[in-house]
């Protein structure tokens, strides 16, 4: 099957690949890169691999200006999110079962991937579902509070979802999201915590853990695969590339393909092997390849995904029709038929009937 939208991300991904190919860029190639690192939110990766690699000095003066921006932002971030996830810390240490930070914050404190770039948007936590309400109690005694939710979304959260309504911290405003599970235990794709947590790693010194390895690779792929909204989600990708970059790749493959089976995750990894060869070439070993299955329908699927990575200003009819098919699939196997059908209804149809004959507000 032949996919054509590399070129959205195609100077990105050659900057990602080989940093050295900045030292010949002209104005053009500096705008195309920059253009597309916004889109993907990668633009302090952009930051970091030049520094990293000591080339800042190869880009315009104005570049420069904007990168050091965007990399002064992201250490905020980064200075705020720590002094949180302090706090969190101190508390995860008074109990006697693991807790497991997940995402952005997971790969922050083990220092993985493309972490010192990793943009923010609020704390993740697993733990099992038989301590979710002590740990939830334990946060909002430490200061963490709900947002107030009507009665719909409050029953969404409490009986279809796999995390608590967000918590914010009343002195900070971060959010902190506690999960019981990382996917809808009523979707046609559970993930049982406990098998993730018989696989964890202790973060030195924190009080937290983990996922391992592949189960975190897994998580992330997932999280790109099955999500309502495609935009800046490239950096999942990118972030998987230099995971495996830094690891023993045959080894994790390997360990990739077994979690999948054990969690039921056949179709994130079919999807994951052929996205991390379509945009990294990378090599997949051969006892792996074997067991990756194809259907029609993920290979459709796959160019779903892969045409969704495209700037909204490239060809919008069709840019509309893929995101709205895979918003459509995302709510398809989030829940079973009965409840997509009330929840269709109920977040959707009514929501928008009301927009329709509520009385226009007066401006002041």
């Not at 990118?238 to 990739?256: A, G, K, T």
């Not at 990756?292 to 509309?320: F, G, Q, Y």
Request: hydrophobic share 45%; glycine share 4%.
């Amino acid at each position: 099957m032949a996919y054509a939208m590399k070129e959205a991300v195609d100077h990105l991904l050659r900057f990602i690949v080989n940093p050295e190919i900045a030292r010949a860029y002209q104005a053009e190639d500096w705008n195309r890169l920059i253009s597309q690192a916004r889109f993907h939110e990668l633009v302090a990766l952009v930051h970091d691999l030049l520094n990293d690699n000591g080339l800042m000095q190869d880009a315009p003066g104005e570049i420069a200006g904007l990168l050091t921006g965007y990399g002064n932002r992201q250490a905020y971030l980064t200075t705020l999110f720590e002094w949180e996830i302090g706090k969190v810390q101190r508390l995860v240490k008074q109990v006697d079962y693991p807790v497991v930070v997940l995402k952005g914050m997971a790969y922050l404190l083990a220092k993985m991937g493309s972490w010192k770039s990793r943009a923010f948007a609020d704390i993740d936590l697993l733990v099992a579902p038989e301590q979710f309400a002590d740990m939830e109690q334990r946060l909002q005694n430490a200061g963490w509070e709900f947002k107030e939710l009507n009665d719909y979304d409050d029953r969404y959260y409490r009986e279809w979802s796999h995390a608590s309504p967000p918590l914010m911290n009343r002195n900070s405003g971060i959010e902190l999201d506690l999960h019981h599970h990382i996917s809808s235990p009523i979707s046609d794709q559970p993930i049982d915590t406990h098998v993730l947590l018989q696989d964890i790693t202790a973060i030195d010194g924190s009080g937290l853990s983990r996922l391992g390895d592949a189960d975190l690779i897994l998580h992330c792929a997932n999280h790109f695969i099955y999500f309502d909204d495609l935009a800046g989600r490239f950096k999942d990708l990118v972030l998987i590339y230099f995971i495996l970059n830094e690891s023993n790749v045959d080894e994790l493959w390997r360990s990739l393909l077994l979690r999948s089976q054990q969690l039921g995750l056949q179709a994130t990894f079919y999807y994951l092997v052929r996205l991390m060869q379509y945009y990294f070439a990378v090599k997949i070993p051969a006892s792996v390849n074997t067991n990756v299955a194809e259907t029609t329908i993920r290979k459709a699927v796959l160019w779903l995904l892969i045409n969704s990575l495209t700037p909204k200003d490239i060809d919008s009819v069709r840019l509309n029709l893929v995101q709205t098919l895979l918003v459509a699939r995302y709510q398809w196997t989030r829940y079973p038929v009965h409840i997509f059908v009330y929840h269709l209804v109920q977040k959707h149809l009514i929501q928008r009937f009301v927009r329709i004959f509520k009385p226009a507000q007066p401006t002041v």
